[in-house]
């Protein structure tokens, strides 16, 4: 079995006695690549060729292209395999990467194993299908292709992406609904770590710290978001993210203040009244003043 890696950089390993991957550069590379995200799929050579050689300079021509499969057949189909058995062509000539062969693509591992727990509502998903969100979600060690800038792979790179951070998002879900913050503390800074200007999922984090116990860290998360968008956008946080930090906030200030702190008590009147209203004030303020001083602290 050959196996292929797209997460990342490319990476070919084969079963049959190969010590090391196989080392594919350049334009072998990149239609290997294509053919893979493709499987099964089969694509005219004109339009493989407009593909990979968008350019049309002196290495996009047929000739060119005729080589780098050449380069690539010799390579990815050595003995036992026989011409054909990993590249494929139809009737029609056109190119692509054989189904039926024994070939493991980590992007296919990753579909397939997502593909359950995206399709259903949260309500509604088994443990298998959780399970498979998990198995996905560590398949994903990078985006596909780093070293690949042509248009079609960051197209590709772009889906990936979105189909990864929607199973994070659901993992969240799931682990929410369970009680589980802890996890989905874990799942929602994923999220935040491949795309850190998602204003929701700053708010779904706030909100899993205060569950977690851990309101300090919800206005840390805050001043962070503020400042990201401060930084890379230019603008302030969304109405719904301002009012989900003053209610957290708030109830900080609220936790520091103590039940049984003194009231001003009613006031006499004439000349020992005013006095006694002084100093009740006096006493009241200087309380209120180390209830602030301890706010403070929380919300530092």
């Known amino acids: 079995m050959t196996k292929i890696w797209l997460f990342g ?11 090391a ?35 049309r300079s002196g290495a996009g021509t047929p000739g060119s292209f005729n080589t780098a499969l ?36 980590d992007v296919e591992e990753f579909q397939r194993a997502i593909a359950a727990g995206l399709a259903k509502p949260p309500e509604r998903m088994s443990d ?12 994903y060690k990078s985006d596909i292709l780093l070293d690949m800038i042509d248009d079609w792979a960051l197209r590709e790179r772009e889906k990936y992406r979105r189909d990864y951070l929607n199973a994070l998002g659901r993992l969240m879900q799931i682990a929410t609904i369970r009680r589980q913050y802890a996890q989905a503390i874990g799942h929602a800074q994923a999220i935040l770590d491949h795309d850190a200007l998602r204003e929701d999922v700053h708010r779904e984090l706030m909100q899993l710290f205060v569950l977690n116990g851990q309101r300090a860290q919800a206005l840390r998360q805050f001043e962070h978001c503020r ?30 203040v103590e039940p049984d702190a003194p009231q001003p008590p009613p006031f006499a009147g004439g000349v020992g009244g005013t006095r006694q209203m002084i100093d009740s004030a006096r006493t009241y303020l200087a309380h209120a003043d180390e209830r602030l001083q301890l706010s403070l602290q929380l919300l530092a």
């Not at 950089?9 to 010590?19: E, K």
């Not at 003995?79 to 990993?86: I, L």
């Not at 298998?128 to 398949?139: K, Y």
């Not at 209610?247 to 520091?256: F, R, Y």
């Open 9 to 19: 950089s490319l990476t070919v390993a084969a079963d049959h006695g190969a010590a």
């Open 21 to 55: 991957p196989l080392a594919l550069v350049g334009r072998s590379a990149s239609l290997l690549a294509y053919l893979a995200l493709g499987r099964g799929c089969y694509y005219s050579r004109a339009e493989l060729l407009g593909n990979l050689w968008p350019e």
């Open 70 to 105: 050449w380069r690539l057949r010799r390579l990815i189909e050595p003995p036992p395999y026989r011409h054909g058995d990993v590249i494929a062509c139809d009737r029609r000539g056109a190119i692509g990467l054989n189904g039926s062969a024994q070939l493991w693509l």
């Open 128 to 139: 298998a299908d959780i399970e498979g969100l998990e198995r996905g979600v560590a398949l």
């Open 227 to 256: 400042e990201l968008l401060r930084r890379e956008l230019a603008i302030q946080p969304m109405r719904e993210t301002m009012a989900l930090y003053q209610k957290i906030a708030d109830s900080a200030i609220g936790a520091a």
